[in-house]
């Protein structure tokens, strides 16, 4: 999370050679109609993505924030208690905007696709199904492909003109991209379409129809799951596929959305070498995918109010003091300050390192603050970070 702005300056300064990132441009802009929040986990994504949402609510958008942050700090931050798989408005907006909230819940909208996409009896087969209730809570890239599915339900509502989604914590930044594919991948894997077999060749007397091969598989299976996981998951398979066909077709549509004019893709790190790289391989990746690149917003960028006076000035002074037993106190101010300012020189070499590897990427900066973001007025500030140039 960025921490609270406090009387942090507001100007936004970035590396040496990069493009300023003019965020206020893209969330004035009505044909911008999505803009993704993305990057490794623990660089603000969330607080970003709540803190554009404000700003563009306030600025005449109508506008919905979706997060998948567990930690709930969206929440939190714009007042509510909780929040759900149901977009919440948000009070106190300063603007002629409107603002509304939510917060993925990846088994209930599983659970809506069922129902809103079979027919009452089959819904109610897949939903009691144990192989689906295990499927639709952990199955490895779940959350990410409903994270997209949630996308693409709100675009297609057509109630909001900008939806601004903050992407799931993971340990790639990737998986949300590569969510639809991996889901094809399932669907259309060797072992589904093994069990797919005996349904489609017509019950009973189809396990006859195949070959020996099936029944060396179906041997293989029950010994290492058992005969009722697996009898689960060839009740689940049959019941579910008719589904699909839909379910590749709406991951495509949203991909092929992702890639259109109207989305902008914010890419977030920490000045730090880890996120930084995470943020440079996301960077090629988004090229490679033609996916369109807003810029990048680094976080908690540390700052000194004296940058005049460099580390080795400030620790030859605090020797100098100490050696003849002086002013204590200033001495260790004077050792803080080398110390942030050999940070801050970290920092930008980290930054340098990028901007060297992809110099046409619009940066924005924000500074390190003391407090971390609670309220809307901690938000609307880093709006306001984020928005200046």
Known sequence: MIPHPGTAPKETIVTRSAPALDLDAILDDENTRIVVCCGSGGVGKTTTAAALGLRAAERGRNVVVLTVDPARRLAQSMGLTSLDNTPRPINDIQGSGRLHAMMLDM?????????????????????????????????????????????????????????????????????????????????????????????????????????????????????????????DIQTFVSALDALFGGFRQRAEQTYRLLQAPGTAFVVVAAPERDAMREASYFVDRLAEERMPLAGLVVNRVHRSPAPALSAARSTAAAEDLESRGEHELTAAVLRLHAGRMQLAAREHREQEHFTSAHPTVPISQVPAMSEDVHDLAGLRQIGELLGSR
């Open 107 to 231: 088994k209930r909208t599983f659970d809506e696709i069922i129902e809103a996409h079979a027919d009452p009896e089959r819904a109610k087969q897949i939903l009691g199904n144990p192989f689906y209730q295990s499927l639709s809570s952990s199955f490895s890239g779940t959350q990410e492909y409903m994270a997209m599915e949630k996308l693409g339900q709100l675009r297609r509502s057509g109630e909001w003109d900008l939806i601004i989604v903050d992407t799931p914590p993971s340990r790639s930044a990737l998986d949300f991209l590569d969510a639809p594919e991996r889901l094809g991948r399932f669907l259309d894997g060797r072992l589904i379409r093994i069990l797919l077999a005996p349904a489609k060749a017509g019950g009973r007397s189809a396990f006859k129809l195949l070959n020996a091969g099936f029944g060396l598989v179906a041997g293989v299976l029950t010994k290492v799951l058992g005969a009722q996981v697996l009898k």
